[in-house]
Structures are given as C-alpha cells and as structure tokens.
C-alpha cells in the first residue's frame, strides 16, 4: 500500500489550502482513513479521521470547524480542506489508513502512511 500526500505550501494566516492523498494498492472506502500531523519538536497528533464501515466524521478540537475531511472512493483520493489557518497549523501532515473499524486517534493505530506535505503558515 502506497499513499501519496499532495497540496502543501505556504500560506499566510486565514488562508487555505487543500491537501490530496492519492492511495494505490489499498481502497480508502474499506478502511479507517485519517491525517495526522507534526510539528517540529512535538509528537504526530491527530487531525481528522473518516471511519470504517459507515463514515464517520471526526475531528480534533484544534481544527473543528475550520477544516474538512473528505473522501472520492471513485478517485480513491483523500482530502482536506483547510480554512482560517492559523499558524500553530504549521506542520507535516500525513495522511493513513489502517485496520478496519478502529476509530482510533492514535498514530499507532494506523499501519500505512504517506511520506508527509509541509503546511507552513506565516503571520
């Protein structure tokens, strides 16, 4: 399973941008599919996830209501849209997907990953 994460940048504070994760190997729509992401110095933390098997949405605190998960299982592409960023958004963000029904927030929940896209949020 490859997934290949796409869409990183830099952007000012109250901006946007989309990430894509584009998975070969694997369906999204069978599996747990999140991203996560980590700044410099501080540990992977959970961002957003859509759970297996009937698409449940869930958020972290930090980005509820400024950030929309999404998912084409046509495209086999994950995405998230990012509004009103802040800087403290300023990371790696990786998307995952993992074992089936474990609607989990734990990085170490999730078995495969893509190699990360640099979000760098300037003030």
């Known amino acids: 399973v490859q997934l290949q994460a796409y869409g990183g940048g830099l952007v000012q504070a109250g901006g946007s941008l989309r990430l894509s994760c584009a998975t070969s190997?694997?369906?999204?729509?069978?599996?747990?599919v999140g991203w996560f992401r980590q700044a410099p110095g501080k540990e992977r933390e959970f961002v957003a996830a859509?759970?297996?098997?009937?698409?449940?949405?869930y958020y972290a605190d930090s980005v509820k209501g400024r950030f929309t998960i999404s998912r084409d299982d046509g495209k086999n592409t994950l995405y998230l849209q990012m509004n009103s960023l802040k800087r403290e958004d300023t990371a790696v963000y990786y998307c995952?997907?993992?074992?089936?029904?474990?609607?989990?927030?734990?990085?170490?929940?999730?078995?495969?990953w893509g190699q990360g896209t640099l979000v760098t949020v300037s003030s």
């Open positions: 190997g694997s369906k999204f729509a069978y599996y747990d």
């Open positions: 995952t997907t993992g074992a089936a029904g474990g609607r989990s927030v734990r990085p170490n929940q999730y078995r495969f």
């Open positions: 859509i759970w297996w098997p009937d698409t449940t949405i």
